[in-house]
């Protein structure tokens, strides 16, 4: 056997082995397997300076070690990173912290552990839906779904007006918000049901509908709004006069709210001869959806009060802020 074919046999083996490992979850044993058959590759091949073997064999067994057992790991290496580290990130804002804290995994992890039980994911019940519900999936749904054609769709770069009428007039945009604000008020397993119809027919028209009613702002504003702000925004949300966007992604940050670089500023200003409490936003964003027919942006960005004016800190954290599209300065 050529020099070269046993090299790459070698390199096939550890690969083949490292895959299979990792596939298991199984990290650390894939790092030796992998590394074991390199050595045993060059110990067959032979050994013209058993010095730097030797050198080279104790210092992956070191790393081995010292990187795979979680004791000495937390003990020699995190330990001293930790502190470091903590100056470099950004602060966690209270609303972060809770979402970080909030629950626990669903069946997902098992998806990461390698060995997803598949029978415990068929084993969950598909919750029922309301008579109301299936109605509206086997009614309107089905009606918009034969107005969609997906080539005609991709070719205009838009749904047809007849089809954004239908949306408006039944309310799709309102599947969760309440009905006294002129709502659907379906539950989480009928919006899914219903997106995942709509999504056979056309993908385009599936976001579309999808968006308002995950990303929008309705679900926001029922539990943080003010009853002025639920009372004007969640009828309009519903019937489709407004149509909203999440602004989070960035050029820079991509959708990694804590690393932001949109901002706002808590300052006063004269407008209209009467001093008011206001912010100054700052922002650029990028693969919204539905940003180009949006006419209410929620935006997210870093809130500071260099002055202030709130009192307490200076950085106040991420959070979020409805904008109507027209509004001066917004390209």
């Keep these: 056997m050529s020099f070269a074919l046993a090299v790459t046999?070698?390199?096939?083996?550890?690969?083949?082995?490292?895959?299979?490992?990792?596939?298991?979850?199984?990290?650390?044993?894939?790092?030796?397997?992998?590394?074991?058959?390199?050595?045993?590759?060059?110990?067959?091949?032979?050994?013209?300076?058993?010095?730097?073997?030797?050198?080279?064999?104790?210092?992956?067994?070191?790393?081995?070690?010292?990187?795979?057992?979680?004791?000495?790991?937390r003990l020699l290496i995190s330990s001293w990173l930790i502190g470091?580290?903590?100056?470099?990130?950004?602060?966690?804002?209270?609303?972060?912290?809770?979402?970080?804290?909030?629950?626990?995994?669903?069946w997902d992890a098992e998806l990461f552990s390698g060995r997803p039980n598949w029978k415990t994911l068929l084993g969950y019940p598909l919750p029922p839906?309301?008579?109301?519900?299936?109605?509206?999936?086997?009614?309107?749904?089905?009606?918009?779904?034969?107005m969609l054609d997906d080539w005609d769709i991709q070719q205009r770069r838009d749904l047809p007006p007849e089809a954004w009428d239908f949306i408006r007039r039944e309310r799709f945009f309102g599947m969760l918000v309440p009905k006294k604000y002129g709502g659907l008020e379906f539950s989480a397993i009928a919006q899914a049901r219903i997106v995942t119809r709509i999504s056979s027919r056309s993908a385009a028209a599936a976001v579309t509908v999808m968006v308002p009613n995950s990303l929008g702002p309705a679900e926001l504003l029922l539990h943080y709004g003010t009853d002025e702000q639920k009372n004007h925004y969640l009828p309009r949300l519903a019937d489709g006069r407004e149509i909203p966007c999440f602004g989070l992604t960035g050029p820079e940050a991509g959708s990694d709210a804590a690393a932001t670089q949109s901002e706002g500023v808590v300052e006063k200003r004269t407008i209209d001869g009467k001093e008011v409490l206001g912010l100054r936003l700052n922002w650029k964003k990028r693969y919204i959806t539905l940003a180009p027919v949006a006419t209410l942006i929620g935006l997210a960005f870093r809130l500071k009060d260099p002055d202030g004016l709130l009192g307490g800190d200076e950085d106040r954290g991420i959070t979020c802020a409805l904008i109507p599209r027209d509004t001066d300065g917004i390209e």
């Design 9 to 73: 046999l070698a390199v096939a083996v550890a690969l083949a082995l490292a895959c299979f490992w990792l596939f298991l979850g199984r990290a650390l044993l894939a790092w030796l397997f992998a590394t074991a058959t390199l050595l045993l590759f060059w110990r067959w091949q032979g050994v013209d300076s058993p010095m730097l073997f030797n050198g080279v064999t104790i210092a992956l067994i070191a790393i081995a070690v010292l990187f795979g057992i979680p004791p000495i790991r």
């Design 84 to 106: 470091p580290m903590k100056k470099v990130l950004p602060r966690l804002g209270d609303t972060e912290r809770i979402a970080l804290e909030a629950g626990t995994v669903w």
């Design 129 to 146: 839906m309301s008579d109301e519900e299936q109605a509206f999936l086997d009614g309107p749904v089905e009606q918009l779904c034969d």
